[in-house]
């Protein structure tokens, strides 16, 4: 059944706090990310800054058994790649960087991106065309508005640029709970008492992922990182946003990231 959370105006504050500090993050380690660098290494400097920096603790070490406190998916890994020293970056390559913090107080924000390593055009095409999923989801966002609209708004995007929408993962109400009710989908497979209307107060993620090929997944051996079927490339993005009276807060906005598609 379908419950909720509204979040109330002291509980606002801690999930902007978290949103911020989960931003942070993600603006700290950009410089660093390069090729060369391993995803054990931005595991590390992010962990570090989780912890010694901000206060708070990474999310995912230790969540249901995952290892590390980032998650860093390249290429054909759609999502919960983690981070290895074996596993250096290199020209061409793609990957997500996906970072939750759960601060002092207790709420999460929950924020991932895309790099581009070098030069590839059919990255960098997938990339733009996952972050413009994201953008016009979220501009859809006030009270009122039906999750499978924003799913829509997805899908028809991704298709229509000749993409496919992956559909074994979503995205998450999330507050004091790292995953809270209710499923965000990217696409529209909405049974019809889950889509619910959008409330003020309400949180939640929207983390469209988007494969060249088809969009069956599968996980590997370890019990983690999840693959395209047909290896074909994947992209991700996420944001934690909050349902305002009157629209949408991004509470993982960066500070260099260009929302003004929200003002009109
Ligand atoms: N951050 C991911 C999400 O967007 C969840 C990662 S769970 C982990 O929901 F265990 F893989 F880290
Ligand atoms: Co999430
Ligand atoms: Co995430």
């Known amino acids: 059944s379908m419950n909720v959370p509204i979040k109330t105006p002291d509980e606002i504050e801690k999930m902007r706090e978290a949103g911020r500090q989960a931003a942070s993050v993600l603006e700290m380690i950009t410089p660093?990310?390069?090729?060369?660098?391993?995803?054990?290494?931005?595991?590390?400097?992010?962990?570090?800054?989780?912890?010694?920096?901000?206060?708070?603790?990474?999310?995912?070490?230790?969540?249901?058994?995952?290892?590390?406190?980032?998650?860093?998916?390249?290429?054909?890994?759609?999502?919960?790649?983690?981070?290895?020293?074996?596993?250096?970056?290199?020209?061409?390559?793609?990957?997500?960087?996906?970072?939750?913090?759960?601060?002092?107080?207790?709420?999460?924000?929950?924020?991932?991106?895309?790099?581009?390593?070098?030069?590839?055009i059919q990255g960098e095409r997938l990339c733009r065309v996952t972050?413009?999923?994201?953008?016009?989801?979220?501009?859809?966002?006030?009270?009122?508005?039906?999750?499978?609209?924003?799913?829509?708004a997805i899908q028809s995007h991704a298709e229509a640029s000749g993409y496919s929408v992956v559909r074994d993962f979503c995205g998450h109400g999330i507050g004091a709970g790292f995953h809270e009710e209710p499923q965000v989908l990217h696409y529209d497979g909405y049974a019809p008492e889950a889509d619910i209307a959008l409330e003020a107060g309400m949180c939640f993620t929207i983390e469209p992922m988007i494969n060249v090929g088809d969009s069956r997944t599968k996980v590997l051996r370890d019990g983690w990182t999840a693959v395209t079927k047909d290896r074909s490339l994947s992209a991700q993005w996420e944001h934690t946003l909050l349902v305002t009276e009157t629209g949408v807060e991004v509470l993982t906005a960066r500070r260099d990231e260009d929302l003004s598609f929200l003002e009109r």
């Open 32 to 120: 660093f990310v390069a090729a060369g660098i391993t995803t054990g290494e931005i595991d590390r400097r992010c962990h570090d800054y989780i912890v010694d920096v901000l206060g708070s603790t990474p999310a995912p070490l230790d969540y249901h058994g995952f290892p590390k406190s980032v998650c860093t998916s390249i290429n054909h890994v759609v999502c919960h790649g983690i981070p290895d020293d074996g596993k250096a970056l290199k020209k061409g390559d793609i990957m997500n960087l996906d970072v939750t913090v759960r601060t002092a107080d207790g709420y999460h924000g929950d924020s991932s991106v895309m790099f581009v390593i070098g030069e590839t």
């Open 131 to 152: 972050q413009e999923c994201l953008y016009r989801s979220i501009a859809l966002v006030r009270p009122g508005v039906h999750l499978s609209e924003l799913a829509r």
